[in-house]
Every structure is written in structure tokens, then in C-alpha cells.
């Protein structure tokens, strides 16, 4: 089946630094999604991509969505210990059913203080 | 503030039991869907349905079935519980989709299973 990949599955980074994780598809995307699930949470929704190239901000967290619309990454800048946790990209292919996503594998990061 | 809630936080079964696993939304959400989430593997969607007493398979159904008789509740049942269905099950809900996108998913904490 259709998969979407997401690299590195864990990154430990001191406090301050930057973070990034990436999602890699290899058919187009019609949208892609964002979570966040802390440690013993469950996923929480960050945001949404939909146009090609586009690029979305929060305080520290940047989301970019690739051209082809088959790449995504999520960027932190100048990470913080509340930036603990795993982090999901969620993407819907043009050709399954309306509501289906399909989840990346995650990437967990920890900071070291 | 939306609410998703699963009956049990933590439940130990044994091989050959049916288990039925339910969730509750009060968000009047459409659509539901029942996930597991195991270390490398991420989550994985199992069934989901977009109305009453509709259902579509996802990516890992076998084994499993689903039943939702009110917009408020879906449930999950392992028909014959085996060692290899012990993991983190996630219920979640959401609206339909508008135009190209979809609405967010809103989590509940998630039931974690074990079969012995």
C-alpha cells in the first residue's frame, strides 16, 4: 500500500538547538497534517498543508510543503524543553477515500538540558 | 473543547477472548476512526466510519471489527483476541472533509492492551 516515510525516527538534541524531521512520500499528496503527542499523550494536531511550495509559521515551529506535494518537513528553531515529544505527519493521497490518512512513522525528539 | 473518550485506559485480556474496546465523541463529529499505535510503526488506521452504521476498512483490519449504531459511538471488537494484537489502541474523530481539506482528528487517550 501507499506509504509515507518520516526520518530521522529519533533525534536528541541539546536545548537551543534546531530540530527537523522530514516526511518523504512517493505518490503525490493531497494535503498533508501535522501532530504533536507528548510523552503519554495522545496526538494532538498541530496544522495543515494543502497548496504546493506552501509554508506555514508558529513562534518556532516552521512546515513547509514540497512543490511536487510528495515531501514535508517540520522545522524548530532554538528548541525548548515543552518541545519534548513525537512528532506525526499525516497525509491524504488523491486516490483513497476522502477521510483516510495515512500517519509517518514519527519522529521522537528529547532535549537535553 | 472537543472530547474523545475511551472506556478504559489500561485492560489485560486473554487469547480467545472477544474484547470490545468503545469510544465516545461530543463533538458531533461524522467520522471516527479507530487506530494502533506500536513503537516504529506509528499509527496505523485499523477501520474508520464517516456516518451511522457505515464503515470502510483501513490499512490492518483483519482480526477486528467495528460497529457504530449512534453518531457518538464507535466501537472496536477483536473477534478472537491473539498475542499480537496486545498494543496502543487510539480512537479519534473529526469532521468530514471540506473542498481539499481534511479536518483535524481529535484524539482520545488511548486503551493499551495487552493479550496474554
Known amino acids: 500500500g501507499q506509504q509515507v516515510m518520516q526520518i530521522p525516527q529519533y533525534q536528541h538534541v541539546q536545548e537551543g538547538e534546531d530540530f527537523t524531521t522530514y516526511c518523504n512520500s512517493s505518490?503525490?499528496?493531497?494535503?498533508i497534517q501535522w501532530y504533536k503527542q507528548r510523552p503519554g499523550g495522545h496526538p494532538v494536531f498541530l496544522i495543515q498543508?494543502?497548496?504546493?511550495?506552501e509554508v506555514k509559521k508558529q513562534k518556532r515551529l516552521t512546515f513547509q510543503f514540497g512543490e511536487a506535494k510528495k515531501n514535508s518537513s517540520l522545522h524548530i528553531t532554538a528548541t525548548q524543553t515543552t518541545d519534548v515529544g513525537t512528532y506525526f505527519c499525516?497525509?491524504?493521497?488523491?486516490?483513497?477515500?476522502?477521510?483516510?490518512?495515512?500517519f509517518g512513522t514519527g519522529t521522537r525528539l528529547t532535549i537535553i538540558p | 473543547d472537543v472530547k474523545v473518550t475511551q472506556s478504559s485506559r489500561y485492560l489485560v485480556k486473554r487469547t480467545g477472548e472477544k474484547v470490545f474496546l468503545e469510544c465516545v465523541q461530543d463533538?458531533?463529529?461524522?467520522?471516527m476512526f479507530w487506530y494502533r499505535q506500536d513503537p516504529g510503526l506509528g499509527l496505523r488506521l485499523i477501520y474508520f466510519?464517516?456516518?451511522?452504521?457505515?464503515?470502510e476498512k483501513g490499512d490492518i483490519p483483519e482480526g477486528y471489527s467495528v460497529s457504530r449504531e449512534k453518531k457518538e459511538r464507535f466501537s472496536l471488537i477483536l473477534e478472537s483476541a491473539s498475542t499480537n494484537q496486545t498494543s496502543m489502541y487510539l480512537c479519534?474523530?473529526?469532521?468530514?472533509?471540506?473542498?481539499?481539506?481534511?479536518?483535524?482528528?481529535?484524539f482520545g487517550d488511548g486503551t493499551r492492551l495487552s493479550i496474554l
Open positions: 466510519s464517516y456516518d451511522v452504521k457505515m464503515k
Open positions: 463533538m458531533d463529529h461524522e467520522n
Open positions: 499525516a497525509g491524504r493521497f488523491y486516490n483513497f477515500g476522502n477521510e483516510k490518512l495515512t
Open positions: 498543508l494543502v497548496k504546493s511550495g
Open positions: 505518490t503525490t499528496l493531497s494535503n
Open positions: 479519534a474523530s473529526s469532521f468530514p472533509r471540506t473542498g481539499n481539506q481534511n479536518q483535524p482528528q481529535h
